[in-house]
């Protein structure tokens, strides 16, 4: 459904936290959609190393200057949650072939749920197809460098958490 508001999309993840990749996915969805809303998931199952309210911080500090990306959170299905911001389209962002067999499980139960909502794959720029917040959370407890594949907010966030040091964001 295309309301007043114009194309909506949706780019949900866990963000946990944001990376680079995450950044070019948004930049590019926002050239092609009127507003999209990156929509953190609240999921008690997890223990992320960011709470959800350092990551809507962080999420928000980033973009800002950026009137079409709002953030936001939300629980429970992804489906219920976009048909309430009136969104009609999902963004995931697609790296390799891997990503593809649970992306489209993904995708193909979300059209079952919800046979109006549409889900677009992203690509990011090659220079961050193997980059995941998986992977810089491990490298980063390990001693590594993430310069580069985390906004530099995230990267003095991770640095300060690492150190027990306060917020600042
Ligand atoms: O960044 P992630 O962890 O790969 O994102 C996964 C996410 C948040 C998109 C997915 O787990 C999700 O949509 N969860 C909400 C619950 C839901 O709708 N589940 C059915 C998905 S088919």
Do not use: C, W
Not at 53 to 58: H, S, Y
Not at 92 to 116: K, T, W, Y
Request: no cysteine; aromatic share 8%.
């Amino acid at each position: 459904m295309a309301s007043s508001a114009g194309r909506v999309a949706v780019y949900p993840g866990s963000f946990d936290p944001l990376t680079n990749g995450h950044v070019d996915i948004i930049e590019r969805g926002v050239a092609i959609f009127d507003r999209i809303i990156v929509a953190i998931l609240v999921n008690p199952d997890k223990s992320p190393l960011f709470t959800v309210d350092e990551r809507l911080a962080m999420t928000r500090a980033v973009f800002r200057d950026q009137p079409g990306v709002e953030v936001d959170s939300f629980q429970g299905l992804l489906v219920h949650y976009a048909a309430r911001r009136e969104a009609d389209v999902i963004v995931r962002g697609l790296r390799a072939i891997s990503d593809f067999e649970f992306e489209m499980q993904m995708a193909l139960m979300n059209r079952h749920l919800s046979s109006s909502l549409e889900t677009v794959f992203m690509m990011p720029a090659e220079a961050y197809t193997y980059v995941s917040s998986r992977l810089v959370k491990e490298i980063f407890a390990l001693g590594a460098s993430v310069t580069g594949l985390v906004p530099e907010l995230v990267e003095a966030r991770l640095a300060s958490k690492a150190t027990g040091g306060a917020p600042g964001v």
